[in-house]
Every structure is written in structure tokens, then in C-alpha cells.
């Protein structure tokens, strides 16, 4: 079977609601290899909450989530994945090529450390400590760590928020190059021009 032909990640009738908001009201999706899907909605749109059922961080209240045809919290799903969300807490004071090196040492095949950075556009920062960055360059780093694991499937929530645009223009040029490589990318945006 092709990759594109079989459903990587799905949401099928998914509700779930925070006390009295309803954040998610019978949304239906499904992404296959080498596609990128982009949720576009304001803030409050249920973008998020999208992106934690298929990580398995939290459960819908009705409808059916899968990763790899898996429930998404099993680890055979997740060792599939790249994720890169809205919050990141890593260690200030490890340097970012610490950072890919630790993060790459829990997949079977990753990306190498000048690859990763590469793909980034953050080679000229693998000495610096994360803690010294720019908004911008943790959010390029975060990214870098994502796609480190070579994923199938890498999930970017707000990917580009607090990135200049060239950065920008850089992460899209390496979104564009996973896809083509036949990786799936799943990203949350409210900005309509992305």
C-alpha cells in the first residue's frame, strides 16, 4: 500500500469541549503522506485542541482519533512524529547543537546535528545557548528539534509566530522540502498570507 493511500493522522465526528466552550464540534480530518494541511482560524479556534487530540495530550469527549491507524498516546505512533508547539520549555543553558544531539538520541535514524541546523537555517547558532537566543531563533530551534527524528508526520502549531521574515521565508522553503521528500506536515496558523 502507498503511503499516500493510507491515513496517518485522523479525526473523525471529534468533539471536546472546556466547561461551557466548545472547542471542537464534530470536525472531521484526515491527512495521508506527503500532504500539508494547514488549520487556519483565529485564536480560540480549536486549532490547538486539534493538534493535542492527534498527540494524544489530551482526549476527545466523542468521535474517533488516530495516529497511524493507533490510538495516538501508544509510543509504536509516536515514534513516527516531529512536533513543535506554540510553548516550548527546553534547558537555557545547554547550547542548541546540545539541544539536536539529545533530542535526535531518542530516535532510531535521525538527522544529523549539521543537517537538522541546516534545514533550520540556524547552523551559525549550533554553539550558543538556547537561554541567549531571540524569540525568533528558539522558535527556528524548536523547529530544528521537530524535524531532527526524521518524522513521517511533523506537527507545527504556530509555527512562524515571534520569526522575522526571513525566517519565515526559511522555514517554508524546509517545510516545502519535507513535503517533496514525502513527509506529511500538519500546521496551525492564523495568518490568512501562509
Known amino acids: 500500500m502507498q503511503t ?7 479525526l ?3 468533539r471536546k469541549r472546556y466547561g461551557k466552550v466548545q472547542a471542537l464540534d464534530g470536525i472531521d480530518l484526515s491527512l495521508h503522506g506527503g500532504e500539508l494541511l494547514a488549520l487556519l482560524g483565529p485564536n480560540g479556534a480549536g486549532k490547538t485542541t486539534a493538534i493535542g487530540l492527534l498527540l494524544g495530550l489530551i482526549r476527545a469527549d466523542a468521535g474517533e482519533v488516530a495516529l497511524f491507524g493507533m490510538d495516538p498516546q501508544r509510543i509504536e505512533a ?15 543553558s545547554l547550547r542548541v547543537g546540545e539541544l539536536i544531539r539529545l533530542t535526535a538520541s531518542y530516535y532510531p535514524a ?8 541546516e534545514l533550520a537555517g540556524i547552523s551559525d547558532l549550533l554553539q550558543r545557548p538556547y537561554g541567549k537566543l531571540s524569540g525568533g531563533q528558539q522558535r527556528r530551534v ?4 521537530a524535524l531532527c527524528g526524521r518524522p513521517k508526520l ?12 526571513e525566517a519565515r521565508q526559511k522555514l517554508w522553503q524546509a517545510i516545502r522540502h519535507l513535503v517533496a521528500e ?7 496558523t492564523h495568518y490568512l498570507e501562509e
Open 4 to 10: 499516500a493511500t493510507i491515513s496517518l493522522a485522523r
Open 12 to 14: 473523525q465526528g471529534v
Open 78 to 92: 509516536r515514534r513516527h512524529i516531529g512536533v513543535m508547539l506554540q510553548d516550548a520549555q527546553l534547558p537555557t
Open 110 to 117: 535521525p538527522r544529523s546535528v549539521a543537517e537538522s541546523a
Open 142 to 145: 524548536q523547529f530544528a528539534l
Open 154 to 165: 511533523l506537527f507545527l502549531d504556530e509555527p512562524t509566530v515571534g520569526m522575522d521574515i
Open 182 to 188: 514525502g513527509n506529511s506536515v500538519v500546521l496551525t
